[in-house]
């Protein structure tokens, strides 16, 4: 009688999904966290900085025995302020960094009013006082450029360059060109829109789609910086028109609704994700007229992404709007790989500094990794907290480092994972539209908006004592 033969071959273990991700997830922290202890911090006043930012002014350090010259001081505290509040920078770092240059200069008596478009200064002391007031411009500023308006903010407050030579540098900072041309930012833009939509949840479909319609959103985004901010407006609701009319005909073709990520991720840069969290951040630190300020602003530029929205949806005919995608429809990997496409596209279109990009991509690895452990462990709104808690502590560890960018460079890089917008986005489309589920959808977009400014709040206490606040 004949035995049968045995089948020694290995049979495959499969690992599912939640445990790869929580894998991949622990791996990436533990291996961030050997790489900033392993590299050496800078100290605040790091001799390198010093002598560089010297060179680059031809200033020297101040002296004790200088004069106080309180216009000079009031004018380069002025300079400072009010590109501080255009890169937003939330009022109470820059009113510490006013007051600051102001003591290291030899008016102690100085205070600062800063509101998000406005800076009063009143530079006293000495038996002198000048007084003044600017607005901030309109536009924003580069990622390079606010990483070199932190150096400089680092060296005037520590006295290494003088008010004229802080002045000097910050004309020179906004007269800065972007690292890289045109049409190199509009083609990283549509990269960025397209690794978004993957950790949105997107199809395949939605993904190529998400990234045609960024190519057409950062090409108009572009053209709207040379416009004036009067019609700011009109550009937020007739790009969202756009972008959602585009988005509703292919859903009336048959795409299915695992595309709908394409409608959000082209309009990232308009959601107002970092205002709102700053505005929360503000309100809960007393500062109630600047957070109030940003949250009106941030609810109605909601409002206007809403509008445009549904104004494709009425044109199109679609019933209804169903957000709720799996977000695990392109298997566990692909988000990490996400992760890395949406840095670089953001270092590109953002113009961040060269050097910036390994840690951005650092940090956007340790904030999507610690989300994605949060949301295993407890889910929801928690791990919105937990994700800001650790983004903001670790962003100014990546600052003392000698090649480290600013904090807020690569705090607003890893706060685009968080997508609080987005919610937002959602609730208010939902409210527009009278769905039956808007006000759980607008609960829990507050609930997030709340928990992020908390975990930054948090996050900052380290940061601060750090030297390296992010916002």
């Known amino acids: 009688m004949r035995r049968a033969a045995c089948d020694n071959r290995a049979i495959p273990i499969m690992i599912p999904s939640y445990l790869l991700s929580i894998l991949i997830a622990a791996g990436v922290l533990v291996a961030a966290a050997i790489i900033l202890v392993a590299v050496r911090p800078r100290a605040v006043r790091d001799v390198e900085v010093d002598a560089r930012a010297a060179a680059i002014t031809g200033s020297l350090p101040i002296s004790p025995d200088d004069e106080p010259d309180a216009q000079a001081i009031l004018d380069a505290t002025q300079a400072v302020g009010q590109a501080m509040t255009q890169a937003g920078y939330s009022v109470e770092t820059v009113q510490r960094a006013l007051r600051d240059i102001a003591h290291a200069n030899g008016l102690v008596e100085s205070e600062a009013l800063v509101f998000p478009n406005a800076v009063l200064m009143s530079a006293r002391g000495a038996g002198q006082h000048q007084t003044g007031a600017v607005s901030s411009d309109d536009g924003k500023l580069l990622l390079s450029q606010i990483d070199e308006l932190q150096r400089t903010v680092d060296a005037a407050r520590t006295g290494v360059l003088g008010p004229l030579s802080v002045v000097e540098k910050i004309a020179r900072i906004r007269d800065m060109k972007p690292e890289y041309g045109p049409v190199i930012r509009v083609v990283a833009y549509g990269f960025l829109s397209g690794a978004l939509s993957v950790l949105l949840g997107a199809s395949w479909n939605g993904v190529a789609i998400a990234a045609g319609l960024g190519l057409v959103a950062g090409a108009a985004l572009m053209i709207s910086e040379r416009m004036p901010r009067r019609y700011g407006a009109l550009n937020t609701v007739a790009l969202a028109f756009f972008v959602s009319l585009a988005v509703f005909l292919l859903l009336r073709a048959g795409f299915g609704y695992s595309i709908l990520p394409a409608l959000v991720a082209p309009l990232v840069l308009l959601l107002p994700g970092t205002l709102l969290s700053t505005a929360m951040l503000e309100l809960t630190t007393g500062h109630l007229i600047s957070g109030a300020g940003r949250l009106a602003g941030g609810a109605t530029r909601l409002l206007l992404l809403g509008a445009g929205i549904l104004s494709a949806a009425a044109v199109v ?116 539209d009278q769905d039956s589920a808007a006000s759980a959808s607008l609960l829990a977009t507050l609930s997030t908006m709340v928990a992020i400014a908390l975990g930054v709040l948090a996050g900052s206490a380290i940061s601060n004592r750090l030297g390296r606040p992010a916002l």
Do not use: K
């Open 317 to 432: 005919g679609v019933p209804d709007i169903d957000f709720d995608v799996d977000a695990s429809l392109l298997g566990p990997i692909a988000p990490w790989i996400a992760v890395a496409v949406l840095g670089v596209g953001i270092s590109v279109h953002a113009s961040a500094p060269r050097r910036a990009l390994p840690w951005m991509l650092l940090v956007l690895y340790v904030a999507y990794a610690a989300q994605v452990l949060a949301d295993q462990i407890v889910g929801g709104v928690i791990s919105a907290f937990i994700g800001a808690l650790v983004l903001t502590p670790v962003t100014s560890l990546v600052a003392r480092q000698p090649t480290g960018p600013a904090a807020l460079v690569t705090f607003t890089a890893g706060y685009w994972l968080l997508v609080p917008g987005a919610l937002g986005l959602i609730g208010v489309t939902d409210l527009l």
